[in-house]
C-alpha cells in the first residue's frame, strides 16, 4: 500500500474518532448543566473542556474567558483551531476524498454529508437553539460511519492502519478526559456523597460513554473504580488499556509480525506502552499519583505516534547506494 494512501486512511479515522469525542464531551456538559444548575452561573463550569485540549492559551489569546458560547465555538467552529469539529471534520473529508478508489463508496458519502451538515451556516443557529440535538447527531453520525467501515471495508491492510488511526487516538481522548475531570470533580470536601458528587461522576462517565458498563461492572460509583475500570478494563472499548491493546494488535498484522516481538522502534515503542499498561495496579498508580501516570501514557502514546509517522509515512531520503541508474523498487 502507497504511504499515502495508509496515511490518509489513518488520519481520517483519528479525525472521525476526535469529533466524535468532542461532541459528547459537549453534549455531557450540556446535561451536566441541566442537572446542577448552579453550574449555569459558575464562569470556571465550562474551563475544563479547554483544559482537556492543552491548548489553554490559544483559547486566552483568541477567545478570552471560557464562557459557554466561548468554549461551544472553540470546540465546534472554530476553523483556525486544528481539533475543532469543523476542522477535523474538514480533514476527515479530505482524508477520505483523497482515497475514494480504496474505501467503500457508502462510507465516503456519509463521511461527506457529516461534513456538509455540521459546516452550514445555518448549523450556528441551531447549534445555540438545540444543542442536544446538534451534538447527537454528531456523535451518532460518527458511530454510523464505524458502522458502515466494518461492514464493507475488507478487513486487510487499509481496514488496520484504520483500526490503528481509531484507537490511538480513543486511548489519547480517554486519558486526557480523565486526568483533567478526575481533579475539578470534587472542588469543595463538603461535596463528597452529595447529589452533586454523584452527577459529577456519573457526567465523568458519560464524558466516556461508560456510565452503564461501568454500573453493570462496580454499580457504587468511587473514585478508584472508576479510574480503574477507563483506564485498565480489558473489556470495555474505550478504556485505555484495552485501546492500545486493539492498536498494537492492527500494528502487527500492518508489519507482519506476532505481537510482542520487537523488531524495530516502533515495536519497541509499542511494547513500553502495553507493558506499563498490562502490568500496573490501580493500587499502585493511585498512591504515586494519577496524573504522573497519565501524564506518563500520554508521552508514550505521542511517541508512538510519531514512530508510526516516521515508519509508515515519512519521506525517507534515498540511501547512498541508490546511485542515479541504478533500479529501485
Known amino acids: 500500500m502507497l504511504s499515502r494512501v495508509a496515511n490518509s486512511i489513518f488520519w481520517m479515522s483519528r479525525y472521525l474518532e476526535r ?23 459558575d464562569p470556571s463550569a465550562w474551563k475544563p473542556l479547554v483544559d482537556i485540549t492543552g491548548d489553554e492559551e490559544y483559547f486566552a489569546k483568541n477567545l478570552g474567558a471560557p464562557t459557554k458560547e466561548n468554549v461551544i465555538f472553540f470546540h465546534t467552529f472554530d476553523h483556525a483551531y486544528p481539533h475543532s469539529i469543523r476542522s477535523c471534520l474538514t480533514a476527515a473529508r479530505e482524508n477520505a476524498r483523497s482515497v475514494r478508489e480504496v474505501i467503500p463508496s457508502e462510507l465516503w458519502e456519509m463521511i461527506n454529508r457529516l461534513y456538509l451538515e455540521v459546516t452550514g451556516m445555518s448549523n450556528r443557529v441551531l447549534v445555540f437553539n438545540n444543542p442536544h440535538k446538534f451534538y447527537s447527531k454528531i456523535k ?65 462517565l458519560k464524558s466516556t460513554s461508560s456510565l452503564e458498563m461501568y454500573r453493570k461492572r462496580f454499580n457504587l460509583i468511587s473514585a478508584k473504580n472508576i479510574a480503574d475500570f477507563l483506564i485498565f478494563d480489558r473489556e470495555f472499548p474505550r478504556s485505555v488499556l484495552y485501546c492500545v491493546n486493539r492498536a498494537e494488535q492492527a500494528f502487527a498484522k500492518i508489519h507482519g509480525t506476532p505481537s510482542g516481538v520487537y523488531t524495530s522502534d516502533l515495536a519497541r515503542k509499542f511494547g513500553r506502552l502495553t507493558g506499563k499498561l498490562n502490568y500496573s495496579h490501580i493500587d499502585d498508580v493511585m498512591a504515586n499519583g494519577l496524573h504522573e501516570y497519565l501524564d506518563g501514557i500520554q508521552s508514550n502514546l505521542n511517541a508512538v505516534g510519531e514512530a508510526i509517522h516516521d515508519e509508515f509515512f515519512a519521506i525517507k531520503p534515498m540511501s547512498a547506494s541508490h546511485l542515479p541508474g541504478e533500479q529501485m523498487q
Open 19 to 41: 469529533a466524535e469525542n468532542i461532541a459528547r464531551l459537549i453534549e455531557t456538559q450540556l446535561h451536566m448543566a441541566l442537572d446542577l444548575p448552579s453550574l449555569r452561573e
Open 140 to 204: 451518532m453520525d460518527c458511530h454510523l460511519i464505524t458502522g458502515i467501515a466494518y461492514s464493507t471495508m475488507a478487513h486487510g491492510e487499509a481496514w488496520h492502519f484504520s483500526q490503528l488511526g481509531r484507537f490511538l487516538e480513543r486511548a489519547d481522548k480517554t486519558s486526557r478526559i480523565l486526568d483533567v475531570k478526575f481533579f475539578v470533580i470534587l472542588p469543595r470536601i463538603d461535596y463528597v456523597g452529595s447529589s452533586m458528587d454523584s452527577v459529577q461522576w456519573a457526567a465523568l
